[in-house]
């Protein structure tokens, strides 16, 4: 191991953009990136935006983005192109609904929005790079009357809902004429957070394009804070459909290059970039092909999980006599309102477990009329009150083992992040370094035995690549992000990564899916490392 274990972590509240600035006294590196910088970068080189290894292969993608656009609108400028990121999740799965800290980093990955602002057509027009994506085109002035139709499944409403997100910050805006281009490389339903990237471009793109065509505005730097793109992207978000955790969009554009981000969401959104010390270890990243697309499938997966924990957090109050419970988001009461709720009566978080325990003692899980004794509520009312705006299908909840998984991931999360950042520097030498990986790794293999066991969101090919990848040296390996399909994790060592990726393309993906292209392999499955969130890039669009 080449540094000692010892990491760094620092903290900026992200609250509003105006708090962050006053409360600013940095006295850590991090901390002066993101107070003293609250703002969502103007950047005019890709160097500041990919790292070294990935910049010869980012410079071409950009150079035939600028090419694409200037064979489109041949007649426009490019005003600029607006990024955001995926995002890859290390630990912390289905808990940032409940308001639980998680721990992912953002990606290279990423979406591109190419636009020309300042156009007379009163148009706002959308194209995509992706031929699957027919060219969209909408009247600017119908824009903030617009309902996006949840129920059609159309590229276009994420976008659509950075538009929502932008009257939410900017009620009175008036949004000039905007040709766009866009290019993604995020897959979709890979667990990697393409949506929120999606919306928080488009959000980034909108902003930006407002601010460059005021009268009153001599640049169209400092359009959106980070901290009001991300709230404001987590509620616009919700309108394609899905009742969204806050942690994509954290990761998205807080993420700080070598950084992972620990993201709190409680008592406010937080997000605290973690160093790591070692140079030893690297995550890969490996797409099982298996498109989860929680919009679809929200009824009886994503969506039904935030019922499942939500109402398991309300019958946990009522039973217990804990009093109402914050509401998150006009949506219910939390675990973590839970579990702060018993830490005030001396309660730990064992002793809640043990109540969870007790309080659905039924393994088998709960009808609905069951769910109503246990809240003292009507079938109706709870139908109305959790199920209506986001309906889901089922026949019996699970409380017992979502709201176990939620619990324990938590903890999996505090341990984690202690590791990360509280190892001591007097465990250097081999023996130590080993033990340090596989104490994160066993975490990581909890993570995934509790979401395949507890939470219903693994399938079985997140299992067999999670299985495959520890068969060849992974110290650990889950599936990240929703699940369902999407992605695994892994923990290898750095000096082993390429091998590992090798191993994996000929025991699952050539066996998988005969005959894979190489492309399509090398796109399945990388070494990741930790980027820049969103930036607004202007100028040459090159190195
Ligand atoms: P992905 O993997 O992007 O579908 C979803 C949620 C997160 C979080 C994870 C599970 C959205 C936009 N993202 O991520 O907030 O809950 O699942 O940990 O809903």
């Excluded at 909108?206 to 709230?231: C, E, G, H, M, R």
């Excluded at 035995?449 to 650990?476: H, I, T």
Aim: proline share 4%; hydrophobic share 40%; aromatic share 8%.
């Amino acid at each position: 191991m080449s540094r000692a274990y010892a990491s760094t972590t620092s903290t900026a509240t992200i609250t509003t953009a105006a708090a962050a600035a006053a409360s600013s006294t940095p006295t850590l590196e991090i901390d002066a990136i993101l107070d003293a910088a609250p703002y969502v970068p103007v950047i005019s080189s890709l160097s500041s935006v990919y790292s070294a290894s990935a910049l010869p292969a980012q410079e071409r993608r950009w150079a035939s983005l600028v090419e694409s656009f200037k064979n489109l609108y041949p007649a426009e400028d490019l005003t600029f192109i607006a990024r955001s990121p995926g995002r890859v999740n290390l630990i912390g799965e289905h808990i940032d609904y409940s308001l639980f800290d998680v721990l992912p980093m953002a990606i290279t990955q990423d979406v591109l929005i190419a636009v020309h602002v300042g156009g007379t057509d009163g148009k706002l027009v959308l194209n995509n790079t992706d031929p699957h994506f027919v060219s969209r085109t909408f009247n600017v002035a119908d824009l903030k009357d617009l309902e996006i139709d949840a129920t059609v499944h159309e590229w276009s409403n994420y976008f659509l809902a950075g538009v929502k997100g932008l009257f939410s910050l900017l009620p009175s805006a008036e949004i000039p004429s905007m040709h766009c281009l866009i290019d993604g490389r995020i897959p979709t339903g890979a667990g990697l957070s393409s949506s929120s990237a999606f919306v928080c471009a488009s959000l980034l793109a909108i902003a930006t394009a407002v601010k460059a065509a005021s009268p009153y505005s001599t640049t169209f730097a400092n359009a959106v804070t980070k901290s009001d793109l991300v709230q404001s992207a987590i509620v616009s978000e919700r309108h394609v459909g899905v009742n969204s955790g806050g942690m994509d969009q954290s990761a998205s554009v807080f993420g700080v290059p070598g950084h992972a981000l620990r993201v709190q969401f409680y008592p406010q959104l937080k997000a605290s970039p973690v160093a790591f010390q070692s140079d030893d270890f690297a995550f890969v990243i490996a797409n099982t092909l298996v498109v989860a697309d929680k919009h679809v499938t929200g009824p009886i997966h994503y969506n039904l999980r935030v019922v499942e924990t939500t109402v398991a957090a309300e019958i946990l109050a009522k039973q217990c006599g804990l009093g109402p419970l914050p509401i998150r988001d006009g949506f219910g009461g939390t675990l973590r309102g839970v579990v702060e709720a018993f830490k005030a009566r001396g309660v730990d978080m064992t002793g809640v477990m043990d109540k969870v325990k007790q309080v659905f003692s039924k393994q088998e899980g709960y009808t609905l009329a069951e769910t109503a004794e246990l809240l003292g509520q009507t079938e109706l009312e709870i139908t109305q009150k959790y199920m209506t705006r986001f309906p889901v299908r089922f026949e019996r909840f699970q409380f017992r083992a979502r709201a176990l998984h939620v619990l324990d991931e938590a903890r999996r999360v505090e341990r984690f992040c202690e590791l990360l950042t509280h190892a001591p520097a007097d465990q250097c030498g081999e023996d130590a370094e080993e033990k340090y990986l596989q104490d994160l790794a066993s975490i990581m293999t909890a993570s995934h035995k509790s979401c395949r066991a507890l939470f219903d969101c693994s399938c079985e090919e997140l299992d067999e690549l999670v299985g495959l990848a520890v068969a060849n040296g992974a110290y650990g390996s889950r599936l990240t992000g929703a699940g369902w399909g999407g992605a695994t994790v892994s923990l290898v060592r750095k000096d082993k990564a390429d091998e590992f990726v090798q191993c994996l393309k000929e025991e699952y993906y050539s066996k998988r899916y005969p005959g894979i292209s190489q492309d399509k392999m090398n796109d399945a499955i990388c070494i990741t490392e930790p980027g820049l969130g969103s930036a607004v890039v202007v100028g040459s669009y090159s190195g």
